[in-house]
């Protein structure tokens, strides 16, 4: 399925970099949602409920994928770490499908305003991935269901691809690691495409992950005594991970590289949860937060 002649790689990083600044400003703001102003410690939430350390890997592969899928109706994406919730939100938000659900969530300031005031806010949107989610399947903290679940979508319907994000630490669940067999009883017409792609991004909530500890040659070789081609995705580069689609191999999984909270101001496993802990009070922080809001350069509508 060769695309590169039809793709906007510019419109992936800026899809990139707007579904980012709406991930962190649902984790950390109750005003000046698009900056108008200096942040104030009054812009701040009382509390701070949610996960960053994931949400731009999820950016990452959801912006690649939708871009090079966009022809066609019946790709679907499918998350396994929910938890990273402000970043499938950001950008169910920009597709306009969570206006579908919520006559609120329009794609416009206001829009911008009410998905991030009431992200992990009392009767607003929890901190994972719930029943109102559009699509969602399990709850956001549920982990290891993905790729089963994606198996059965396809299963019967041969013009179904659906590409599944599964966590490093995710991976160490039974369930998700067991769910790798399934490809062996799925090899058939009858059935649809299922495209794995691991999220190596170092940690898990305090630890690192097993997965990220292996050599490349370990990892490589355990892919493929499930029956899969690796194909390495190293960073966030859209031309790289665009390239990496255009391979064609016989059941392809993909390894996204990116660190454990990258473009934010921590990395690793403090950056799981909320890398800035004591913005509204610590002055320091507030900086830091206004300085890594700014750095993604972003726009909606203009505004």
């Not at 399925?1 to 707007?18: F, Q, T, Y």
């Not at 919520?102 to 009410?114: E, L």
């Not at 005031?117 to 549920?142: C, L, R, V």
Request: hydrophobic fraction near 35%; aromatic fraction near 10%; charge should be negative.
């Amino acid at each position: 399925m060769k695309r590169v002649g039809s793709l906007d790689i510019e419109n992936i990083r800026r899809r990139i970099r707007a579904c980012d600044y709406l991930s962190v400003a649902q984790l950390y703001l109750r005003d000046n949602f698009l900056l108008k102003r200096p942040l104030e410690p009054a812009d701040i939430k009382p509390r701070l409920l949610g996960h960053w350390g994931t949400c731009h890997g999820i950016n990452v592969a959801y912006a690649n994928l939708k871009e090079y899928y966009k022809d066609d109706e019946n790709f679907s994406f499918v998350l396994g770490p929910g938890h990273g919730f402000p970043a499938l939100q950001a950008n169910l938000f920009l597709d306009g499908e969570l206006e579908k659900v919520d006559k609120n969530a329009t794609v416009d300031a206001a829009g911008v305003a009410y998905i991030c005031k009431n992200f992990s806010w009392p009767d607003g949107f929890p901190s994972h991935a719930s029943p109102f989610t559009p699509g969602i399947i399990t709850e956001g903290g549920e982990l290891g269901y993905a790729l089963a679940n994606a198996y059965g979508v396809a299963l019967g319907h041969p013009e179904k691809t659906l590409a599944v994000l599964i966590g490093d630490g995710e991976l160490e669940t039974a369930t998700a690691i067991d769910s790798l067999n399934l490809h062996n009883l799925m090899d058939s017409d009858k059935n649809g495409r299922v495209l794995p792609i691991l999220h190596l991004n170092g940690y898990k909530i305090s630890a690192p992950s097993i997965y990220a500890r292996k050599s490349e040659r370990e990892l490589n070789e355990l892919v493929r005594g499930f029956g899969f081609t690796p194909i390495t995705i190293d960073g966030d580069d859209p031309e790289v991970f665009q390239a990496a689609l255009e391979k064609e191999v016989e059941n392809p999984f993909y390894i996204l590289k990116t660190e454990k909270g990258e473009t934010g101001p921590n990395r690793h496993h403090e950056a799981h949860q909320i890398p800035l802990k004591n913005p509204a009070t610590d002055e320091n922080e507030l900086k830091i937060l206004e300085d890594w809001l700014r750095s993604y350069d972003w726009s909606i509508n203009g505004q």
